[in-house]
């Protein structure tokens, strides 16, 4: 009676629960960030450089979590702070690889991505999985890509290094659900980050063209969006939410797709 959804006070449903966001101070970590942070919980949000804005509040650690060194600083910190953890969102990733195409990219560039996009959720899940497996509970989110299963030509790293996380999550969840823990992902299609609207701007004056013009010809790249817009983080964030919340209970070793029906294969 306690868990049903009817009756859950939406404004405090993280209350009392510790939650860390990697990439937590930019795009749709940090509307993740935001979003637990306004319905109770206590937030940590870890990236490279300073946050802009964040709530007051919000714990910060400054890290780069692709890198060995900053996961354990991380994990050292949180565990500091917080003592364990409750919800785990692992939201890093990204590609900055050349996008000439397969022949142009060396072990360097998959390197890096595989750092960024897979191996910087197994180093934090590794560090901070001890705490919640002495708890007998837990959640882990990773933020994966439409782009596992629509790999794009010009990030062949970051398609390959996001497939392998789903892979890496369905048997996480597999072997640590018995001990209360659930692990799932998430994966958004075109989300209108702040990234996304530079990448626009920069196509539309390479094109000589205007934002909307080159925003939708994006789109079109990716071969249309039903319903005709990108997402917005905050749509992201509040399908994290419900994956991190006793609302979804039952839930583990799946992945979610948010891409407002972009990949119409079944």
């Not at 049903?4 to 990697?22: H, N, Q, W, Y």
Request: charged content about 20%.
């Amino acid at each position: 009676m306690d868990n049903c959804p009817d009756l859950l006070d939406m404004s405090k449903e993280f209350a009392g629960i510790r939650a860390l966001v990697t990439g937590g101070t930019r795009g749709i970590g940090r509307a993740i960030v935001k979003r637990l942070y306004a319905a109770g919980a206590e937030v940590i949000a870890a990236a490279r450089s300073l946050p802009e804005a964040l709530p007051e509040g919000v714990g910060f650690i400054q890290a780069d979590v692709s890198l060995p060194e900053g996961a354990d600083h991380i994990v050292q910190e949180t565990v500091n702070r917080f003592g364990g953890l409750d919800i785990l969102i692992n939201n890093v990733g990204g590609s900055s690889t050349s996008t000439a195409g397969a022949l142009a990219l060396t072990d360097e560039d998959w390197q890096t991505t595989f750092n960024a996009n897979l191996f910087a959720s197994v180093r934090l899940d590794r560090g901070l999985l001890p705490y919640m497996i002495k708890q007998q509970s837990g959640v882990i989110v990773h933020i994966s890509s439409i782009q596992r299963k629509l790999p794009g030509n010009m990030t062949m790293p970051y398609s390959a290094a996001k497939a392998a996380l789903v892979n890496y999550s369905k048997n996480l969840a597999t072997q640590f659900g018995p001990m209360g823990i659930r692990v799932n992902t998430l994966a958004p299609g075109f989300t209108e980050t702040e990234a996304a609207e530079r990448l626009i701007g920069r196509m539309a004056e390479q094109a000589g063209t205007d934002y909307l013009t080159a925003r939708q010809q994006l789109m079109d790249e990716l071969g249309g969006i039903p319903l005709g817009r990108p997402a917005q983080p905050e749509e992201v964030a509040e399908l994290a939410a419900f994956l991190a919340s006793s609302r979804a209970s039952y839930i583990t070793g799946c992945e979610y797709v948010i891409d407002g029906g972009t990949i119409r294969t079944i």
